[in-house]
């Protein structure tokens, strides 16, 4: 059998063809990384699905209430208004008395902060400001999708802090950690405020500082667009749900 032989050149070809497949390797494809856990981080916190924001987020958002420069601030601002009133008068001025003033706040937002991460962990309220929707969810349900108008928004802002609209049921979370936090500073208030009509107004206080979380979640974007175009710095763009 010659190479001139047709069939003996198709043979070798073929062997050939057969020993370079060999040699070369399969490319494998390309491998994706899986994504992220959900964890502690500010992008879980604000885009995770409300039935996918579970005990660990909860636990996280509490602490983020707790153990921040805001919470400090807040405490030591409502510290100052408090000793400039002189309100209640048995407690020293200087800063002794804005010490006192100072950490009732800051020990009155730690209770309505934690009581209201107990009681939504128990209720499965979403305790964000303004969570996303659930994925799957139609918003057919009245006052669970996005309202256009203003009144429609503001209408919505101030109902999720009670109502939770997409199950059609009270969310009491935040009335609760209101309460709780308007009630522990009869622990040590002096006699001038250590009544329960005093309580009561604090619970308020604490409340109205859920209302304007809320309120201002909803519009935020809208207000840093509007200052964006003021100064030239653009629109924010909302995270997406």
């Known amino acids: 059998m010659t190479m001139e032989n047709p069939l003996s050149r198709s043979l ?34 604000q885009t995770l699905p409300r039935e996918a924001f579970r005990l660990k987020q909860r636990a996280c958002f509490w602490g983020s209430q707790l153990f921040t420069t805001n919470a400090l601030l807040g405490a030591a601002l409502n510290g100052a208004i408090g000793e400039a009133r002189h309100k209640p008068p048995e407690w020293a001025q200087g800063l002794q008395g804005f010490g006192e003033q100072m950490g009732t706040r800051y020990t009155q937002g730690m209770v309505k902060s934690t009581a209201t991460f107990i009681a939504s962990a128990f209720t499965r309220e979403d305790p964000r400001p303004k969570p996303p929707q659930f994925v799957q969810l ?12 203003i009144k429609g928004r503001i209408g919505q802002a101030l109902v999720r802090t009670v109502w939770d609209a997409c ?12 309460f709780a936090g308007g009630f522990v500073g009869l622990a040590w208030a002096p006699p001038s405020q250590n009544k329960v009509s005093d309580a009561l107004v ?26 964006g175009r003021m100064f030239g710095m653009g629109k924010p763009h909302p995270p997406t749900h």
């Open 167 to 178: 199950d059609s049921r009270i969310a009491p979370g935040r009335m609760i950690g209101s």
């Open 12 to 45: 070798v070809l073929f062997l050939l063809g057969i020993a370079n497949a060999s040699g070369q390797t399969t490319p494998e494809p390309d491998k994706v990384d899986t994504p992220p856990k959900p964890g502690c981080d500010s992008y879980s916190m």
């Open 202 to 227: 604090n619970s308020g206080t604490g409340f109205a500082g859920y209302i304007g979380d809320s309120l201002f979640s909803e519009f935020e974007y809208d207000i840093f667009g509007f200052l």
């Open 138 to 149: 139609t918003h057919e349900k009245k006052g669970c999708g996005p309202a256009g108008s």
